[in-house]
């Protein structure tokens, strides 16, 4: 495993500047209608600047403190500074950890910049912060030189200064600024208490990083989340790689992750459980390729995601084959598996089976899964419950089978945009959809192309479908039943095939229960007459349109006096009922009988002697 750390990287970690809020609220106290948060250039106030109380004196040239020098601590802070990003780490006595990292090139980040100018020779700083929930600033607060290291683990072990109120020169030693060699200015703020019969003890810190304003590095924010950069070459080096704020650059090579022992692996991000790797509280994380190569991350158990993200932001998976290293079937591990994950990247990755799902995601949000193929799954292809805005665009989505392929549930905005949906199925279940929706769910197909699919429906619910193409997919009795444009003859034949198996299942179904109660008998007889009846109406639209005039001004004469003595036949058979509860039974089931004929004798007399 080599680690490297480009010179365009930064080295460190951040998080809020709420400490550096706190630090400077009270200089923000004597500051009554603040000019902006630009830095004095002179000792003199900026137009409409806060007056302090030596302001209105004259200082001769006597008093003045001497200019410092280029190289001196104070001289480099001067500038102005840009917040790029901060993090939060915290402990307690019980072992328990926690760090999070917040990128300025992140949705609803802070904007935040200190200017640091001299008055009388003096530093001073003035302050912006600015989030959706907080609005602050401050200015004139003098800055104080201390020897030593600002915190434990800090890059500049040499010296670093403190925040002072103007007016009551208090010290506020719990906020320190410093800068590191690469011209980094730190804020940090430390804040701990001590354990007790009852509580364990907590430590935590806070750093905030800043860039200068013209800092070259500000016109790539995000290539800022990765802090170092690692190569590794096999899995155990992969599983100990993983961490936040780091690109894991991967040879090519197969990684198989179920063969490192749980002894060999040695990081706290990574747990084991039964076989099972989870990779915990993980945030701006990259994988992909070093260089041009196959790469197949997979796992041996058929039980297992291959990899699983549990809590974490940032996530970026890119140019990689990833799947179970096992024989074809069914197994309960999807390929990559997601919870509790905001902001997700997958670019370019082949995900197979035997995996349940290509993708599964729980609680995740600000996904993007571009130029993916998904394929050979045994559940279906996406799974997503409870997340939104997830958009898949010129993916490939083929050859699996059993269950709902697109799985959706308590979902929003989730789009598939140039996608191809191949030679999947849906057909374990007659309940089984191609799409499955909860019941305010909804999604949308735009430019996407579904060929040699099968499925007995294709959404459970409506989708929004724009500029989509269908080839050769073969859709179940539900499907075609409830479908409202035309049908093919070859799917109506299917139609017909399956109408009849339903038929044999009813007439089973009666014979076999002889306790079935009258509601029952009259609610299945109802049934059976739509079925009958809807195919038969589907057929005549179909005859309608191919036949020749002659023969359909024929045929419809025909059809006419059928459908007198259909009725006819109807009444006679229920005469004997009028006002009993048997009476919807003997209408139903008659007129499905007369209606099954018919059916019949269009098919083998019209339908199956038409060609397309």
């Not at 364990?200 to 990083?209: P, T």
């Not at 041009?292 to 890119?318: K, Q, W």
Request: aromatic share 10%; net charge negative.
């Amino acid at each position: 495993m080599t680690k490297e750390r480009p010179a365009k990287m930064l080295t460190g970690i951040a998080a809020t500047a709420l400490g550096l809020m706190m630090a400077l609220g009270a200089c923000g106290e004597t500051a009554p209608n603040p000019p902006g948060d630009e830095p004095a250039q002179t000792a003199e106030p900026e137009p409409d600047a806060p007056q302090t109380a030596d302001q209105g004196t004259e200082n001769s040239e006597a008093t003045q403190t001497p200019a410092p020098a280029d190289n001196s601590p104070e001289k480099r802070l001067e500038g102005k500074w840009v917040l790029v990003y901060s993090m939060f780490h915290s402990s307690s006595d019980d072992g328990y950890e926690y760090e999070y990292c917040t990128m300025t090139a992140d949705e609803d980040a802070p904007d935040s910049t200190i200017s640091v100018s001299f008055k009388d020779g003096k530093p001073v700083a003035n302050y912006k912060y600015l989030n959706y929930e907080t609005s602050f600033r401050a200015y004139g607060c003098e800055l104080d030189y201390h020897a030593g290291t600002a915190y434990e683990g800090c890059p500049n072990t040499e010296w670093y200064y403190t925040f002072k109120s103007p007016e009551d020169e208090e010290e506020f030693s719990t906020s320190r600024i410093t800068l590191t060699e690469d011209d980094r200015m730190i804020i940090s703020e430390e804040y701990s208490e001590p354990g007790g019969e009852d509580y364990s003890g907590y430590r935590s810190l806070e750093e905030n990083f800043y860039l200068r304003d013209d800092s070259p590095l500000l016109e790539d924010l995000d290539s800022l989340r990765y802090f170092d950069t690692v190569t590794v070459d096999n899995a155990t080096d992969l599983l100990n790689s993983i961490a936040s704020n780091r690109k894991v650059l991967l040879k090519p090579g197969t990684y198989n992750l179920s063969s490192v022992p749980a002894s060999r692996i040695n990081n706290k991000k990574v747990t084991e459980n039964y076989g099972q790797l989870t990779f915990n509280e993980v945030n701006h994380f990259c994988i992909e390729p070093e260089s041009e190569g196959d790469i197949l991350i997979c796992v041996s158990d058929a039980y297992s995601p291959v990899m699983e993200f549990n809590e974490g932001s940032h996530i970026t998976i890119r140019g990689i084959t990833a799947g179970h290293a096992v024989e074809p079937g069914y197994c309960s591990g999807s390929v990559l598996s997601f919870n509790t994950v905001g902001s997700l990247t997958i670019d370019k990755c082949n995900l197979y089976g035997c995996g349940t799902y290509g993708i599964e995601a729980y609680s995740t949000y600000n996904a993007t899964v571009t130029d993916t193929e998904i394929y050979e799954c045994t559940y279906g292809l996406v799974s997503l419950s409870q997340s939104g805005s997830f958009n898949f665009k010129n993916c490939v989505m083929r050859d699996s089978k059993d269950l709902d392929m697109i799985s959706l549930n308590s979902i929003y905005d989730v789009t598939f945009e140039d996608c191809e949906f191949r030679g999947n199925s849906a057909m374990s279940y007659d309940t089984c959809s191609f799409v499955s929706l909860g019941e305010y769910d909804s999604a949308t197909f735009r430019n996407c192309k579904f060929i040699d699919n099968e499925y007995y429906t294709f959404s459970n619910r409506e989708v929004v479908m724009e500029n989509c193409t269908s080839d050769n997919n073969r859709a179940g009795f539900n499907e075609l039943m409830s479908r409202p444009e035309p049908i093919t003859r070859e799917e109506l034949l299917t139609m017909y095939e399956e109408t009849r198996t339903k038929q044999e299942e009813i007439d089973n179904k009666l014979s076999s229960d002889s306790f079935m109660d009258q509601q029952t008998l009259n609610q299945t007889a109802q049934e059976q007459f739509e079925m009958w009846d809807i195919l038969l109406n589907k057929i005549w639209a179909y005859l309608k349109d191919n036949l020749g005039e002659e023969e359909m001004t024929a045929l419809s004469d025909e059809e006419n006096k059928w459908i007198k003595d259909k009725e006819a036949q109807v009444k006679a058979a229920t005469a004997d009922f009028e006002g009993g509860s048997m009476k919807p039974m003997i209408e139903y089931s008659t007129g499905a009988d007369i209606t099954e004929k018919r059916v019949i004798y269009l098919v083998e007399n019209y339908l199956r002697s038409l060609e397309q």
